[in-house]
């Protein structure tokens, strides 16, 4: 298996959290990146950002109006 940043090998390790079970993860020998498929599972899971319309402080309507013009 190959390290997604860098391609590097990928080695089998044990993930430990506390108070939870162990989860087999790899970790990249070249990086030291890691992921297991929790990580892998989340990374697929995110939408797209979506553009909400917030201003930056002190930005007016009249200013925006402004300098468009």
Do not use: Y
């Not at 929790?38 to 930056?56: M, Y």
């Amino acid at each position: 298996m190959n390290c997604p940043r860098c391609h590097g090998f990928l080695v089998a390790i044990q993930m430990r959290d506390m108070g939870q079970p162990s989860v087999t993860g790899w970790r990249c020998l070249l990086c030291g990146a890691m992921t297991d498929p929790g990580i892998e599972a989340n990374k697929v899971s995110h939408s797209p950002p979506i553009r909400n319309g917030a201003r930056l402080p002190g930005a007016t309507a009249k200013r925006l109006k402004k300098e468009r013009s």
